[in-house]
């Protein structure tokens, strides 16, 4: 009956009545107000349901007055009255007619009650149904209602205690329903939330509704007391603990994830709070270590409390669980404290509550998968998933380790790392005392290692997680833990975590396998997979797979229980086929390795585990090499040494070991038996444990082979050294049987195995046999590991007779003929392998490679394979091909019985052989220089059969081989006849070429269209050597390639031979090539050749030779390497520039001929520029030779005779001619045709047209390039050090003469385009060879006897060189002038070379007359002749020349003058005399011609320059600073003075008189020059002996007059003339003072003693020159004379008067004339006018 109807209403008010009644009645005598207040209630009751039709509305309307008579009832405290108010308020509640005002009330009054501590079950009763029936509570009251219930849970009766702990959770509970059903209500209006500013809770509650709001104000404050802070909202909270605030804190996320989920409000709680609280609380558990003592540290660490960590852990796991995405950074720290929580130094519960948590985790792979995408996937993250594994795993060992002490912090001596690291240390420790229990062989399952026993428990259903001590939530003290119960858990979380990964990928790769078959059903659907699975796996396995390698393999060795065995074997089992799904090898390697290794007896050492391990390494490091994040990421994969500490893994820088078996106490032996090793080793043992795992051995290998790939080795590996042990040896056909072991003790074996072997064995046979089932690739992998085990056996047998393992060649003999149909696929690693076999030194076992190789090609050349043989050539090919490979084989007696078979093929098969051609006669060409005479005597007469008899019934596509395997037999240096044999048989060779020439070339096209058609099919280029040219062509182009390896081949026999031949074959046969095959041939071949020849020679040895072999004597040209070397150089090179010559305009028609003939002078420039002089002057004569092509006679003769005339025999030969670049495939009607059409181009002159004259001018100007490259290189001085090194090379006066003649015959072509730039050019190489000094043992032959004043050959080419040019020049248009100041220049250089010979670099010369001759001693030439000729040439260029513009321009007279300064200014420090002598006659000469050339052009200011220097070079000469030497004679002194006054007289007839074009300053220098001559003041350090002949006085009056000449000429013209004059004068008179007054002061000083001669000398001279000054006053007109000069002269006569007191009486005499003519002036003053009166 619903409270709502009718008749629930009508009872509603009867009861209330009632109830109004009892109440009035009970308080009648106590409490009147009470019961008045009752009575009127009841007549308000009876009012409301009169008057309204919805009674419960306006009860609800009125509730507050309803309510009122009960609540004062309740505040009387009469136990009796207040149960039946609180009974009377509760039946108003469940009918929902309570509001809210009246809610409130109820709520203080119960406070109250509890307050005075009265009724309290009967509060809380009804607190619970105020909450439960309706929503009017809200915000502050329900907070008090809230807070009531926790202060009843904190009274001291118990009953209270739990009803009030049930209520709370319960109001809890019913806070976040009310939530959810307002969010249900609300779910359709979307509101956007107003975006959350900072961090504060104020500001996002306001937008929360009501219930929400209510809900997210207690959560808050849970978590503040939980966390010991006051609460916002619960206020009057007196005490809470934290056991209680966590529990609720769990059911709240545990039941409400949605709301967490939904609200961002809340969201951040969980982030700000809830996540921080839960860390807080765990830190006395991480800082905690078990056996830490208080001393140890100065603040006591508070120690883990069971029901506080277990609760937190509980509330981790629902955090994880439902919030894992919300919470990813948070999650991270909770996994892992979680995992540092399974430390060994942690509290053995805590560790047992911790490995249950884990656990939890372990069941949910999906969740795990969450772990590893968001953790371990990331950079820069934990790697959470994999650190769970590795914890699991190192949990796992350290349960192994009992310490012998009572202290359990003692392993952790170094780091406070995890127990993981005690595990080397437990090892070693946990020996004696610890192993009570395991002594005897117990029924119960157990895992036993090293006397640590373990019993395991059933612990929970497979895949689910029920953990016992995570439920004990009433429990405060730590509960003990079984033994063994954290072993147990931590065994199943891993099988659970191994099962529900595995089950999970495969699901995956299934489904995925079907869409792909379903996508290819029908390709038009498009199904989209997740991208990135494979790679979520792949770190998935990547990440885990070492922590559960290094745990299931200790727990496999400590396990003495076959299921658990199973279990631990099943699991690795179902790792490895994952691993190798996912195609992650070195997982799969590790966990296969471990299986192989548990097959094993103990100790046992297999190096390909080792090596194995040793590989993951390397896969490991590289790996980690890419990513930057090694050291975090890098798992470091298994070390496993062979002893018996078996594999380390190191985890995140803990080492955990995987320990082989130390005591096998606990496991049933059931065989005995031998090691497969090098040395004898006793016996091993096999126990039941090893069976078990060889039997999940065969059963990967059987079920899981194709993703075996790489660990086949592994597997195979193991197997065969359990059928060892076993005894079990090869058949047969390959099948293993039980046998007897050939040495040592029989075999033991009990009978339990020995009902085993058989079935073994046969499980063995048809693994093999089901080789054919397998694809391609596992095959491969089977074949690769069959090999590799083999190759083990062939290193054991080296050095030793013992019997080799032959498991592996049996089986592999047994794959390959049960694999015959596909035998292409694994022929190549088959043969391959026992080709390896064949180059064993025990000659026993290469002899059995050997037979079994020819059995197997055998066998498959009879095996009837479809296609058959003649049709399948690859097959065909394929099967030859081992006969081939064995020419590698480096031992005598395989190769002669190669080459025996190869005989056998040839005459069974020689007919049939076709495509096998080329293979055979690789085998006959396969020999090596180290293989002895005799092997190589053997092939060389196949070689000779095969090119007397086979030749003409090979393909001719072997032709080309033949050719390779004669010039091999050429270059192998065995034996010096066989090489000039082989050349001989080429020469045949190419005479077979030349008469079957026809045959071979239709034969040779076919094929090659053939080849063409294929090519273009595949759509790549044809691959042959020498393409494009004709295939015909391509085998002489072949041959001649062979003839030039010959040409460079170490002995100079070989090489003189091949290159005769070459070049004769290329001489008689060359003219059947086609035009562009010449291309291939000068490129390819000649310049090749070139190329190879100048590399050798330059980098030949310079070491003597003694003898050539036996007594030859060797002659001293030829004694080096490099002289051996030097005459190859000579001979190419001379042989390409003939061929160049002879087939010029064949060549000519290529298209790159230009490029052709830059690249053969570049070959002729580095040739000359040679360090042998032999070289570099053969080179030169190849230049000329090439440069002096003569236009070939155009000859009209038949085309017969021109053949004739070369030697080729008319015979008819008809091939095609190749389609060129565009041109149809003609057919020409015979070879004679073709030949003279070639013959035609090369006898007639090609039509002179501009283009052919173009390119010859082209062709001109680059050799003219490579003539200047070489000129310069030459010539450059060497750089660097002082004289006293001795140069690396000095090039000869025959090569540089040499060179300098080849210029004028090039010039001819070039003149045309001949430039300035190349005139300079020319000049620095002529300049730089005359500079060359030449060695002085050279000397003798080159050098005219030193008296002789001759030209070199040398300088006389320069010379000529140059007046080819300036000749060119005279006759040449009008804009070549311009290069006369260049060749002036130039001259003027050599001219230099008198007084200053040019230095070639830093070195030292002698000079020719010092030098001896017998030592090895640079000597400069006597340029004195050459430089005097040069002079000659520029006086007599420069009279040609003088008025040329570009000469006047170009100041060349002044650079004529400033030349000239240098040996005028030496005079007598010239080198010879001749030279100054000659330098002032040529200066006299050019003025002569030139001066009247620069006055004539005084206006254009051109020569301004020139005249300074004129006038230095005049003063340089006449006041020269060099004094003569002391053997002058006076006649001598005398002629010279007189070239100086022939210099005065040039300067009175050629300057002077044209003063006036004439700039001042030099007029002014030449006057002064001039005074500086008339007057004599000789420095006072000439003796007096020397005086009279030093004193120039006929030049001193010279000066003299010609000074006085042009002071007083009568026709002043201009006023400059005249002031020239007048400063002349000036000068004169002022020097004339001086000295006549220092004379004067002299004289008195001397006293008695005379004066030096010389002052005499010049006084005298003074006063004679005045005299005839006066003399000249006296002609001159008076108006003539200036003012100032009339004053000056008489100022003379005071002082002419003191002087008359000298004693000297040649200086009277002379005074006496002088002051004659004074008298002239002596006169009467003229009268002046004065006042008008005379």
């Known amino acids: 009956m619903s409270t709502s109807s009718p008749e629930a209403v009508k009872k509603l008010l009867e009861n209330m009545q009632t109830d109004l009644r009892s109440l009035s009645m009970e308080c009648k005598k106590k409490f009147p107000p009470v019961k008045e207040a009752a009575e009127s209630g009841i007549v308000k009751i009876k009012t409301i349901a009169a008057r309204n039709s919805d009674i419960l509305a306006t009860l609800k309307e009125n509730s507050s007055e309803v309510v009122q008579p009960f609540l004062m009832g309740c505040g009387t405290k009469e136990p009796k009255i207040t149960q039946l108010c609180l009974a009377a308020i509760q039946r108003l509640m469940s009918h929902e007619v309570v509001s809210e005002a009246a809610a409130g009330n109820i709520i203080n009054m119960l406070w109250q009650l509890m307050e005075n501590g009265l009724e309290e079950l009967k509060l809380l009763q009804t607190v619970l149904v105020l909450l439960t029936t309706n929503t009017v509570v809200h915000d502050q009251v329900l907070s008090k209602a809230i807070v009531l219930c926790f202060r009843l849970h904190f009274t001291k009766d118990n009953i209270t205690n739990n009803t009030a702990a049930a209520t709370v959770r319960q109001v809890v509970t019913v806070v976040f329903e009310r939530m959810v059903a307002e969010d249900e209500r609300f779910k359709d209006i979307v509101d956007q939330p107003p975006p959350v500013q900072g961090n504060t809770n104020r500001r996002s509650v306001s937008t929360l509704r009501p219930s929400a709001k209510d809900a997210y104000m207690l959560f808050q404050d849970l978590c503040q007391l939980v966390n010991a802070d006051a609460p916002y909202w619960l206020v ?44 807080k609380l765990f830190s006395p558990n991480i800082k905690f270590r078990q056996g830490n003592s208080s001393a140890a540290s100065p ?49 053995q519960w805590l560790r047992a509550v911790a490995v249950e948590s884990v656990h939890r985790l372990c069941v949910q792979p999906h969740l795990l998968r969450s772990f590893c995408l968001s953790y371990d996937m990331k950079q820069h993250s934990t790697k959470v998933f994999r650190d769970i594994v590795n914890a699991l795993g190192s949990f796992i060992q350290s349960l192994f380790i009992v310490l012998n002490t009572g202290n359990p912090a003692a392993t952790n001596t170094s780091t406070g790392g995890s127990g993981a690291q005690g595990a080397a240390q437990g090892a070693a420790q946990g020996g004696p005392g610890a192993g009570g229990q395991g002594g005897s062989l117990t029924t119960q399952a157990a ?32 509960p003990s833990i079984p033994e063994g119960y954290a072993m147990s858990v931590a065994f199943s979380a891993l099988l659970d975590l191994v099962r529900g990964i595995t089950s999970m990928i495969e699901r995956a790769l299934a489904k995925e396998e079907e869409e792909a078959v379903h996508r290819e059903a029908n390709p038009d659907q498009n199904t989209q997979l997740e991208p990135g699975a494979h790679l979520v796996w792949e770190e998935m396995v990547s990440a885990c797979w070492c922590g559960l390698l290094a745990a299931l393999s200790l727990l496999l060795d400590a396990s003495t229980d076959e299921t658990a065995t199973e279990s631990i074997l099943k699991a690795e089992l179902t790792v490895a086929a994952l691993c190798g799904r996912l195609g992650l090898v070195t997982p799969r390697d590790a966990f296969i390795t471990a299986i192989c290794k ?59 070991q995987i320990i082989s078996s130390s005591s096998e106490s606990h496991q049933q032996v059931v065989a005995v038996g031998q090691p497969l090793s090098v040395q004898p080793q006793g016996t091993v043992v096999l126990t039941a444990k090893n069976i078990q795992c060889m039997r999940t051995l065969l059963n990967l290998a059987h079920c899981h082979g194709v993703v075996l790939g790489t660990s086949w080795q592994l597997v195979l590996a193991t197997l065969q050294h359990l059928v060892w042990i076993l005894g079990l040896k090869p058949g047969v056909g390959g099948a293993l049987k039980p046998g007897r072991a050939v040495e040592g003790p029989s075999t033991v074996l009990t009978t339990a195995v020995m009902t085993d072997l058989p079935v073994i064995s046969n499980i063995l046979s048809r693994l093999f046999e089901s080789s054919q089932y397998l694809d391609d690739v596992s095959l491969h992998h089977l074949i690769n590991a069959l090999c590799s085990l083999s190759l083990e056996a ?76 003649a049709q399948n050539q690859r097959l065909q090919l394929l099967l030859l091909n081992p006969l081939k490979e064995l020419s590698n084989v480096l031992h005598a007696d395989i190769r002669q019985k190669q080459l025996e078979s190869v005989l056998q093929i040839l005459q069974s098969q020689g007919d049939s052989l076709g495509p096998g051609w080329p293979l055979v006669l690789g085998v006959i060409g396969a020999i090596r220089n180290d293989q002895g005479e005799s092997l190589i005597r053997t092939a060389f007469q196949c070689l000779q059969l095969v090119v007397t008899d086979f030749l003409p019934t090979m393909p001719c596509a072997g032709l080309q081989i033949v050719v390779d395997v004669a010039g091999s037999f050429g270059l192998q240096n065995q034996e010096l006849n066989i090489s000039l044999t082989s050349i001989g048989l080429l020469w045949n060779i190419s005479d077979y070429f030349f008469q079957r020439g026809e045959a071979i070339t239709q034969e040779l096209e076919r094929e090659e269209a053939a080849l063409q058609k294929q090519a273009q099919e595949k759509g790549e280029p044809l691959n042959r050597p020498f393409h494009p040219a004709p295939p015909f062509d391509c085998l002489w182009l072949c041959l001649y390639a062979k003839l030039g390896q010959l040409c460079v081949d170490p002995r100079p026999a070989v090489r003189k031979s091949a290159g005769q031949t070459m070049f004769s074959t290329i001489a008689a046969h060359g003219t059947l090539l086609q035009q562009p095959t010449w291309h291939i041939v000068v490129w390819k071949v000649l310049f090749h050749l070139l190329d190879c020849v100048r590399k050798s020679s330059t980098t030949a040895d310079k070491e003597k030779i003694e003898s050539g072999g036996g007594n030859i004597l060797i002659h001293h040209s030829r004694d080096t390497a490099e002289k051996q070397w030097a005459e190859t150089w000579v001979l190419t090179l001379a042989g390409v520039a003939r061929i160049f010559n002879t087939r010029r305009y064949l060549l000519q028609q290529l298209g790159d001929y230009f490029k052709a003939w830059e690249v053969l002078l570049d070959h002729i420039q580095s040739a000359a520029l040679s360090k042998n002089s032999e070289v570099s002057l053969a080179a030169l004569k190849s230049f000329q030779e090439i440069l002096q092509i003569a236009t070939p006679v155009k000859d009209s003769a038949m085309p017969t005779d021109a053949l004739a005339a070369m030697g080729v025999p008319p015979v008819l030969i008809d091939p095609l001619s190749a389609p060129g670049p565009g041109r149809p495939l003609l057919r020409s009607d015979s070879m004679l045709e073709r030949l003279t059409s070639y013959n035609g181009a090369e006898l007639q002159a090609p039509p002179p047209g501009e283009e052919s004259a173009l390119e010859d001018a082209a062709l001109w100007w680059s050799a003219w390039n490579t003539w200047y490259r070489t000129g310069t290189d030459s010539t450059r001085p060497p750089s660097g050090g002082t004289g006293t090194d001795r140069p690396s090379f000095v090039p000869s006066q025959p090569f540089l003469t040499a060179l300098v003649q080849i210029f004028p015959a090039l010039y001819q072509h070039i003149k045309t385009g001949f430039s300035m730039e190349d005139l300079r050019k020319l000049g620095v190489i002529l300049h730089g060879a005359v500079s060359i000094p030449i060695s002085s043992d ?113 100041k060349v007279l002044q650079n004529i003058i400033k030349t000239l300064r240098m040996p005028l200014g030496l005079k007598y420090g010239c080198p010879s005399e001749s030279t100054w002598k000659l330098a002032v006659s040529s200066l006299l000469k050019v003025l002569s011609t030139g001066l009247p050339v620069a006055r004539q052009h005084a206006s254009s200011r051109k020569f301004d320059t020139m005249w300074p220097e004129l006038a230095n070079a005049f003063k340089d000469f006449l006041f020269t600073k060099s004094t003569p030497p002391d053997n002058v004679s006076i006649q001598e002194f005398q002629k010279n003075e007189a070239i100086d006054v022939e210099v005065v007289q040039l300067i009175s007839t050629e300057i002077l008189p044209f003063a006036i074009f004439i700039p001042k300053d030099f007029v002014g220098q030449i006057m002064a020059m001039l005074n500086k001559g008339s007057i004599h003041s000789q420095s006072s350090s000439f003796t007096e002996a020397e005086v009279d002949v030093r004193m120039r006085e006929e030049f001193s009056k010279v000066c003299f007059e010609t000074l006085l000449q042009f002071s007083f000429s009568n026709k002043v013209s201009t006023p400059q003339e005249g002031y020239i004059s007048r400063m002349a004068l000036s000068v004169l008179l002022k020097r004339s003072q001086d000295v006549l007054r220092r004379y004067v002061d002299d004289e008195r000083l001397s006293g008695r003693c005379p004066l030096p001669r010389q002052q005499v000398t010049e006084i005298i001279f003074v006063l004679k020159a005045i005299s005839t000054l006066m003399d000249s006053l006296k002609k001159t007109q008076p108006e003539n004379v200036d003012g100032t000069t009339w004053a000056q002269v008489i100022a003379l006569y005071p002082t002419l008067v003191e002087c008359i007191t000298c004693s000297s009486s040649e200086v009277s005499s002379a005074l006496k004339e002088a002051m004659g003519p004074f008298k002239d002036f002596m006169q009467p003053p003229v009268s002046r006018v004065q006042n008008g009166e005379s």
């Open 794 to 869: 062939v290193e054991m047998a080296y050095g030793n007779n013992k019997e080799p393992s032959l498991f592996a060649v049996a089986k592999l003999l047994e794959t390959g003929l049960v694999n015959m149909n596909r035998i292409e696929i694994l022929w190549r690693p088959l043969t391959g392998h026992l080709l390896e076999v064949c180059q064993h030194p025990n000659a026993r076992m290469r002899e059995w490679g050997a037979e079994a190789v020819t059995s197997l090609i055998k066998a498959g050349l009879a095996y009837k394979h479809n296609p058959p043989l």
């Open 299 to 347: 603040a006591p660490v508070e120690k883990p409390y069971f029901p506080i960590c277990m609760r937190l852990l509980r509330v981790v796991s629902v955090l994880i669980k439902h919030f894992y995405s919300l919470l990813v950074t948070e999650c991270e720290i909770f996994l892992s404290l979680l995992v540092k929580f399974l430390d060994g130094e942690k509290p």
């Open 236 to 279: 009057g909270m007196t005490e809470m603990t934290r056991t209680f605030g966590l529990e609720l804190l769990e059911s709240v996320l545990n039941d409400f994830p949605r709301v967490f989920l939904q609200h961002q409000e809340f969201s951040f709680l969980l982030k700000e709070r809830v996540c921080p609280l839960v860390i």
């Open 1338 to 1450: 050279a000397s003798p032959f080159i050098l005219p006897s030193y008296t002789e004043a001759v030209l070199t050959s040398l300088q006389e080419a320069v010379l000529t060189a140059l007046d080819v040019l300036q000749k060119a020049i005279c006759v040449g248009p009008e804009n070549l002038q311009v290069m006369y100041p260049a060749i002036f220049e130039q001259l003027l250089l050599f001219v230099e070379f008198s007084c200053k010979p040019p230095q070639y670099g830093k070195m030292e010369t002698k000079h020719v007359a010092n030098a001896k001759y017998n030592q090895a001693e640079w000597v400069a030439l006597n340029y004195v002749p050459f430089a005097e000729r040069s002079l000659e040439v520029v006086v007599d260029l420069y009279h040609k020349t003088a008025c040329h513009k570009a000469v006047i321009n170009e």
């Open 598 to 656: 548990a097959s094993l007896p103990p100790h046992y050492a297999l190096t390909v585990l080792s090596s194995n391990t040793a590989n993951l390494n390397k896969a490991k490091k590289t790996a980690s090499k890419t990513t930057p994040l090694a050291k975090a990421t890098t798992t470091h994969p298994p070390k496993m040494s062979r002893g018996n500490t078996g594999a380390s893994y190191s985890i995140q820088g803990q080492s955990v």
């Open 447 to 478: 895992f036993e290692y090293r006397g640590t026993w373990i019993p395991l428990m059933t612990v929970s259903v497979q895949g689910s997680a029920k953990a016992t001590y995570l439920e004990m939530l009433d429990k405060v003290e730590p």
